[in-house]
């Protein structure tokens, strides 16, 4: 009979190398997993987002039932969105993308509209002046000046879904939240701790790449500060 | 549809209503969870941002502890808390998780609130004579009460999420409603318990509403009674 091995796996503790280098392949596939399931949530968001907010915005009428709708959708807590979809959706990530997608609506129409309308008037009246068109009038104009507020929704959406996936465990597509799931239930100490620096990570280097591109696609606003 | 039917008649069955484990039970837990770490909270997060506002001081920390509450998954808190030996506890990790992530939003909008208060006002207090103490209850405090205020109100509305979350890591509330029709494989409690968070967590919302409805009218006279 041999001896088991006296290592931090076996004394079960919160910090152990040893788990990074035997799980490595879990841990590798649970941020693809969460990052695939963030990415996607986001992308169908601001996808569905931009239109709605220019609509609100040009259709004053609009504006405010779309705002209540996405007020209600954000208070409902995120498992019990997740549940609500469980008919719909069946036990599948999509179930965990179409809930994070109306979480990630909601910033991202409220940020974008606020955005649009910080707009000035005179900007816009001098626009029209120059004989630009209401589409060419939003694309080169509105939309511009609107970035940095649409994008500070796009960083908090996107650091929100990183931590509200996790939630996804419930269902079995998590990412790493099934890590963290299936550690409590084995009173993994490691596992736990892993998964859950690492979607810190995740988080935290999302927001800085998106802090990137918004700096490449603003650089007005550097040249306004200095 | 059939689902929504199935939901309803599991909600009708009075059986689930009574009883250890039943809906009553899980909606006082969850009420008793949500008021008790709401104000817990507002006792540890108030009286710091109301002096660090009234100091000036500590602005980057209030401002920036709320990104850090969001960038942390609330599920991970919980259960790194609950494999403490806090988790003997019972409901001690769901309350220290529920506190821990309450306390960002009250501290951040108190902060702004308190600095957001028209410099002009302040120093013609000073002017009048008023010492820190009154200058913070008579004149910061009510001025920054509609922000105070709306800290309070998404504090409450993220103590709801969270002690539904709570549910996974085995603490109690209404989200074990919904983690039990997980496992029992029975998609109408699932639905049934997620209607009853998502109706709860929008009462919630529609109580701070209303409030606040009526917040400016009833502001306005403390303000003219105290000054």
Known sequence: MTAPPDDCLARNEWICGRYLSTRREILVDAVLQHLELTALSVAVA?????????LARRWVLAAGPVLALTTVLYTIPSLAMFSLLLPVYGLSSTLVVAGLVLYSLTLLVRNILAGLRAVPEETRQAARGMG???IRLLLTVELPLALPAAMAGLRIATVSAV???TVGAIVGFGGLGNLIYSGMNTYFKAQVLTASVLCVVVAVLADLLLLG?????????????? | MKTLADAWDWLADSAHWAGDGGIGQRLAQHLVLTVVCLIISCLVALPVALVLGHLGRGGALAVNISNVGRAVPTFAVLVLLLLTPLGKWGEGPTVVALVLFAVPPLL???????????????????????TGPQLLWRVEVPLALPLIMSGVRLAAVQLVATATIAA?????????????????????????GAV??????LL???????????????????RNGKG
């Open chain 1, 213 to 226: 591109v918004q700096r490449l696609l603003t650089p007005w606003t550097r040249a306004v500060r200095s």
């Open chain 1, 132 to 134: 630009y068109g209401p």
């Open chain 2, 168 to 192: 996974l890591a085995g603490g109690g509330g209404l989200g074990r409603i919904i983690t039990a029709g997980f496992n029992l494989a029975s998609t109408p409690q699932v639905v049934a």
């Open chain 2, 196 to 201: 009853l968070v998502a109706v709860f967590a």
């Open chain 1, 46 to 54: 601001l996808a569905i987002a931009l239109p709605l907010a220019v």
């Open chain 2, 204 to 222: 919630v919302e529609g109580l701070f509403e209303i409030a606040e409805r009526f917040a400016p009218g009833w502001a306005r006279r403390a």
């Open chain 2, 108 to 130: 951040t909008n108190a902060y702004v609130g308190m600095r957001g208060v028209d410099r002009g006002v302040v120093q013609a207090a000073r002017g009048m004579g008023m």
């Open chain 1, 163 to 165: 931590s509200l996936a």
